[in-house]
């Protein structure tokens, strides 16, 4: 092999196979076709309208004069001013309600969609997340867990699904800052598969599979993004998108709604300053971030382990992601880390 | 209760969950949000160049020119110019090869992306399958039978997904239509999905779970988009996607690369007007479609059952999507299908 063969091959990138450790599913690393982390950077910033004209016209900044239902929640400062409120979402995807009603159509099964779904809002429209302060941010867990307590117990919620779209490539449809509650009926295939995987990884090894991937990256280093007392930020192992971040308590717990407020505070910050990075670092991309937790259908799940996941819009699902739910991702976690480890916030 | 009360009360749509049948996943049919099938129509078509001087420099018209990798599979005419080409891609997400090599880091398990990506061409620039004949259409299908039945045996192959992204938001990077072919060492968890409901439900009901589909389908006759002596053409009851089709040999086969002949017509015919009347009636939006059959992976898979899923991108997944696998549908299936069927081609 000539000197410039080596080169070449030693300069090979291999497309790798990441399986999850709790899902068993599998995301193509496409080194290959890897780009650097600057090419990922954002430079059309024109989708999200926060001129005043808009914001004269904003269902969240003038809830009342706009129409929206009563809030359930409300928070206020000390001068009795919102800073905070939760509305009922005027065109819910479930229809509130507590009777679940079975129905079939020969070989088929559906129920009613009943549920409950609210919004979510921060009163300032130019703020999102990543622009508030720890304690702000922190308010915002607060009412999700308020509103998540609030509805856990109801008869037609087995489970909740907390979630947030920043921009509207990411499906916001208002831009005012507002996150999503959604309670239903049926526990989520996504969620399933991360309950079962998580008990199938206990049985075999005692130990809890997201305390395992919290220990390791802790002691590995290379994927961290962002570390406190008691919370890690970093990119998972099998990223399903570039610069993807998991936010997991170090404590193992299953129950998002058992966080203390000690906690809370360090979880806020580790949310605030990974949206922060993704904000300075990539020029204010769309992203979704959720909150995957045990669900609320009188069960026990002591094997699983809550978390945030923060999915920056960075691809598009194509047929081959359609068809086999294995997404090909274009940046190694290592190289998106370090990216996101450096980026000054 | 008042009159008008009454008649507001008989009007109101509730929302539905639907449950897939194989799999047993979830959808919402959220009709309180619903839109007519014409609210549906793509105004916007300037997204694909198919002006003269774009197709001056396509890489898929002018294969050699551009440098593309030497054809894997030709088809040609009477007068022996190629109708059909098959290239292996330049960027595959896939590197060739066929050892799998395993690694470890940590509690991590991947391997080396090993696999086989190819593109499949038509020739003309401008006719995407939607206008193409019934012959030119099953000559696509020649061609994804062809080049599945040479990589199926491979020693690092065990399944094999064929797709087509038609226009840039489906993710066809190049606009010349084309398919693409990826043979890969592992099951997808879409297929793995599908492959245990399918099991599960012959082992309840001693019959196969698409089979009983297709003939409540074609009994029933809501939901049917197209139906000739082999195939069925038809909205599924729990859509994913609005004007969601699937294409289905009513005869129960688990195997594409059996199929006949003689059946590769009717499958052509099926899967070019469901296109085409997406086509004509949607303003030829964007649109994934992909072939789901039993993996080559040396196992029998009695009852499966292969079929053809075609998803229009007529709907944008947020962070409920992303975060549940739970997706949100604004019209029902019935009355898309009946929207489809009322199209003319």
Known sequence: MSEENKKEEKGKKFTELRQDLVTGDWVVIAANRARRPE??????????????DAQKKCFFCYPEETGQEKDVLIYTDAKNDWTLRVFPNKYPAFTRGDEISHQEEGPYF???GVGYHELVVTRDHKKSIALLDKEAVAEVLDAYQ?????LMNKKSVNYIEIFHNHKKSAGASIPHP???????PVISPYIKSELDGAEEYHKMN???AYCAVAEWERENGKRVVFENDKFIAFCPFASRAAFEIWIMPKKHNPYFERMSTEDKLEAAEALQVS???IYESLGNPAYNFYLHTAPCDGKDYPHFHWHIEILPRTALWAGFELSTGIEISTIEPEAAAEFLRNAKV
């Open 39 to 52: 090419e990922f950077i954002v430079h059309d910033d024109c989708e999200v309208d926060v001129s005043d």
């Open 206 to 208: 005692r130990h809890c």
């Open 146 to 150: 308020d509103r998540y307590i609030d």
């Open 275 to 277: 949206l922060a990075k």
């Open 110 to 112: 559906m129920m009613e």
């Open 178 to 184: 507002h996150s999503q509650l959604v309670a239903i």
